[in-house]
Structures are given as C-alpha cells and as structure tokens.
T-cell receptor, first 112, second 110 residues
Framework: DADVTQTPRNRITKTGKRIMLECSQT?????MYWYRQDPGLGLRLIYY???????NKGEISDGYSVSRQAQAKFSLSLESAIPNQTALYFC???????????FGPGTRLLVL | EDQVTQSPEALRLQEGESSSLNCSYT??????LFWYRQDPGKGPEFLFT???AGEEKEKERLKATLTKKESFLHITAPKPEDSATYLC???????????FGTGTRLKVLA
C-alpha cells in the first residue's frame, strides 16, 4: 500500500464550487505539505503543517484553505474554485529534522 | 531573488549515451539541494540530498554533485527506464521554504 495517498486522483468542477482534496499518510511523519504543479512552473508551496496545531501559509495560499484533522490527514480546500486553479496538486510529508519530502501520487484538478 | 534554473528543458539520449543535467541556483543560504525523479502521472520520488560544495552522491547510474552555484546530475550509460522528468529543489536557509526548478524531461531511446 502507498505511504501517502491522495483522493480524488482526478476531479472536474465548475467555477464557484467548493471542493476538498484529501491527503492521508501512514509514514508517521509530523510534517505535511500541499503543492501545486503547473506546466512550465516548478512545484509551488500552498500550505504546510508541522503538527496538528501548526499550520502555515506557503507562497501561494490565496484562494485555498487547509485542515489538519489528525497527524495522518491534511486536507486542502478551494472555497470557490476558479479556472486558474486548474493544476496538479501534490501532498508531501517529511520527518521533523530531516529534509527529504515524500510525495503522494497527485490530484489532477480541472476547473471549468 | 532566490531561484532555481534547470537545463536543458528536455534531453533525448540513446541508450548508453552518458550525459549531465544542470541545476543552477541563487539562494540566501543553502539548507540543502535535492534531486527528485518524476514519472508521468506520479508524484516526485526522492533521489539525493546534497548539503555542501564538493559533496557527491551516487545511486546506480546516477551521480549528483554540488558546487556553490550549481549541481549536476550525471547519468552514466542510461537505459530506457531512466526516462523521466528530473526535478531539482533547494532549501532556503532560515526558512522552511523549498524552491523547485521546472525540471529536465529525459528520454532515453533503446
């Protein structure tokens, strides 16, 4: 079984709809991250969380919110989706004190 | 401004034809330089972390090196299964921020 899972893997939604992307991990890592990947751009950090009570904005947090429901679960919400949020979204985890990040398989989101 | 630039954007090699991928960076204090491999439809997979100039890491046909301004990923005698996008990222000193490059798409032909 995969250590970092994301649901759904693909999602099509309409402008203005609220959607949630979910990430779960069985690695026991404290730190979790949400990134988006766009063609021609590097991965960009949306939000990160170092534990359940610690959530921080990344470089492109506008239009997004997150919830850390448990050590193993980190959800990303788009309150009112817009077409330029069409992208590939990745969740990642890491261990406190180590730099290596472990990525999930991604969610491909299309906002019409 | 902190940034990471990878070159070339795309590279086609014949099986067995060795080459190098480049990652040049500008960052305020390097907390680490990371190489990842990304296959189509999948998340990035960790390859190497380098922390200081002169450091080298090897894994099978891959070897990563680091200087004060750039890193190279050397691919020796590549095979078709090495085809993927290779991503470079740097950790910015004093922050928890990682800056990713746009990647090099490698295609190895049999």
């Amino acid at each position: 079984d995969a250590d970092v899972t994301q649901t759904p893997r693909n999602r099509i939604t309409k402008t203005g709809k609220r959607i949630m992307l979910e990430c779960s991990q069985t690695k026991g890592h404290d730190r979790m991250y949400w990134y988006r990947q766009d063609p021609g751009l590097g991965l960009r950090l949306i939000y990160y969380s170092f534990d359940v009570k610690d959530i921080n904005k990344g470089e492109i947090s506008d239009g997004y919110s997150v919830s850390r429901q448990a050590q193993a679960k980190f959800s990303l919400s788009l309150e009112s989706a817009i077409p330029n949020q069409t992208a590939l979204y990745f969740c990642a985890t890491s261990v406190d004190g180590q730099e290596t990040q472990y990525f999930g398989p991604g969610t491909r989101l299309l906002v019409l | 401004e902190d940034q990471v630039t990878q070159s070339p954007e795309a590279l086609r090699l014949q099986e067995g034809e060795s080459s190098s991928l480049n990652c040049s960076y500008t960052v305020s204090g390097l907390r680490g330089l990371f190489w990842y491999r990304q296959d189509p439809g999948k998340g990035p997979e960790f390859l190497f972390t380098l922390y200081s100039a002169g450091e080298e890491k090897e894994k099978e046909r891959l070897k990563a090196t680091l200087t004060k301004k750039e890193s190279f990923l050397h691919i020796t005698a590549p095979k078709p299964e090495d085809s993927a996008t290779y991503l470079c990222a740097v950790g910015e000193g004093g922050t928890y921020k990682y800056i990713f490059g746009t990647g090099t798409r490698l295609k190895v032909l049999a």
